[in-house]
T-cell receptor
Framework: NAGVTQTPKFRILKIGQSMTLQCTQD?????MYWYRQDPGMGLKLIYY???????DKGEVPNGYNVSRSTTEDFPLRLELAAPSQTSVYFC????????????????FGDGTRLSIL | DAKTTQPNSMESNEEEPVHLPCNHS???????IHWYRQLPSQGPEYVIH???SNVNNRMASLAIAEDRKSSTLILHRATLRDAAVYYC????????????FGQGTTLQVKP
């Protein structure tokens, strides 16, 4: 059972480059999330999705874009990489779909470590 | 979402029980209490959650005070693998599921 899979695990970008962080889950979860974690800090929500075709901003959305064309996939796009986006990015999912969301655990991937130089 | 307060760090000896406290004096009646942990260089891992009654699973136990203003995560026999940052998080009924991570408690386990 793969759970939440993130690729790549590591990446170094130059300022101004763009890239897409991939996230896929095989649990048929409705809700998916993208967080970033800066060194020594807690996670902060970037974007989330309540289902295919529906996305919304979190606490720190600037500089990022997302899409959700399928239940399984929730890619995160960086259009113009900046040094401030150097961080570890985590994707997560939870069941949602009519059940009480606050009563559901979130399942996390292993993260993508991104450095922008 | 209501705020939680945890000690910055705790120490334990291997194979001894560990009690990790969390204060949440402004909790509302529909807030669930969630615990996650993050091992070094890994993503957060769900540990346990509850609403009013104490909860047990294969990883830990959650003891919730009668007035729900505090809770305690109990690891029955700490192992070296339990060394991690433990986060206590409240999730309300109107929440979109987003987790608000504070500083958590860094648990050190000594052999």
């Amino acid at each position: 059972n793969a759970g939440v899979t993130q690729t790549p695990k590591f990446r170094i970008l130059k300022i101004g480059q763009s890239m897409t962080l991939q996230c896929t889950q095989d649990m048929n979860h409705n809700y998916m999330y993208w967080y970033r974690q800066d060194p020594g800090m807690g996670l902060k929500l970037i974007y989330y999705s309540v289902g295919a075709g529906i996305t919304d901003k979190g606490e720190v959305p600037n500089g990022y874009n997302v899409s959700r064309s399928t239940t399984e996939d929730f890619p995160l796009r960086l259009e113009l990489a900046a040094p401030s986006q150097t961080s570890v990015y985590f994707c997560a999912s939870s069941r949602g779909g009519g059940v009480t969301l606050s009563n559901q655990p979130q399942h996390f991937g292993d993260g993508t470590r991104l450095s922008i130089l | 979402d209501a705020k939680t307060t945890q000690p910055n760090s705790m120490e334990s000896n291997e194979e001894e029980p560990v009690h990790l406290p969390c204060n949440h004096s402004t909790i509302s009646g529909t807030d669930y209490i969630h615990w996650y942990r993050q091992l070094p260089s890994q993503g957060p891992e769900y540990v346990i959650h509850g609403l009013t009654s104490n909860v047990n699973n294969r990883m830990a136990s959650l003891a919730i005070a009668e007035d729900r203003k505090s809770s305690t995560l109990i690891l029955h026999r700490a192992t070296l693998r339990d060394a991690a940052v433990y986060y206590c998080i409240l999730l309300g009924s109107g929440n979109t599921g987003k987790l608000i991570f504070g500083q958590g408690t860094t648990l050190q386990v000594k052999p």
